[in-house]
């Protein structure tokens, strides 16, 4: 049972460069979640998605965006980076809204110089 | 004010110490209160939850939630070198919630010398 898997797990991209941070679940996992980690900051939500077909924005989505055209698959999707952007990225897993534990991935960590 | 408050440290112990972490929090909506253990360049994994007020003990670990207080609060007893880590607060609000997502505390580094 692999969980939660992210690729790639280090990435540097240039000023203005695009990628997209891959995500999937073997779970079964209506709910998925993006999280990025600032070093001492704690995780700060990006966008999450209740199923397929459906995300919504979390508290810190400009600069991102997502899909979820399938129940395992949920990635983000950077446009145009910033230096702002660096960060260690985390998509997480739960099998419902109220459950106490969300599988969260290795994380993405990511610089953009 | 931030949803969820907690002290960053880092805080460093001698093995075979008794260790408290703690979280204060603003939105009396909170029902389920988390902890999570995140080791150096991996993800966060749950640790403990409780729900609502009340104690809860797993091996070392002691989980309290003071509801009056808005305050939680983690102790490991016996503290070992391996339970170096940071530590997540997180939490829910009640079953209503159609979001689900946690709101994490910007986690306390601990680290346990031998």
Known sequence: NAGVTQTPKFRILK????????????????????????????LKLIY?????????????????NVSRSTTEDFPLRLELA????TSVYFCASSYSPADTEAFFGQGTRLTVV | QKEVEQDPGPLSVPEGAIVSLNCTYSNSAF????????????????????YSSGNKEDGRFTAQVDKSSKYISLFIRDSQ??????????MIPDRGSTLGRLYFGRGTQLTVWP
């Open chain 1, 15 to 42: 000023i203005g460069q695009s990628m997209t941070l891959q995500c999937t679940q073997d779970m079964n996992h209506n709910y998925m979640y993006w999280y990025r980690q600032d070093p001492g900051m704690g």
């Open chain 1, 48 to 64: 999450y998605s209740v199923g397929a077909g459906i995300t919504d924005k979390g508290e810190v989505p400009n600069g991102y």
């Open chain 1, 82 to 85: 910033a230096p702002s952007q």
């Open chain 2, 31 to 50: 029902q389920y209160f988390m902890w999570y253990r995140q080791y150096s360049r991996k993800g966060p994994e749950l640790l403990m939850y409780t």
């Open chain 2, 81 to 90: 070198p391996s339970d170096s880590a940071t530590y997540l607060c997180a």
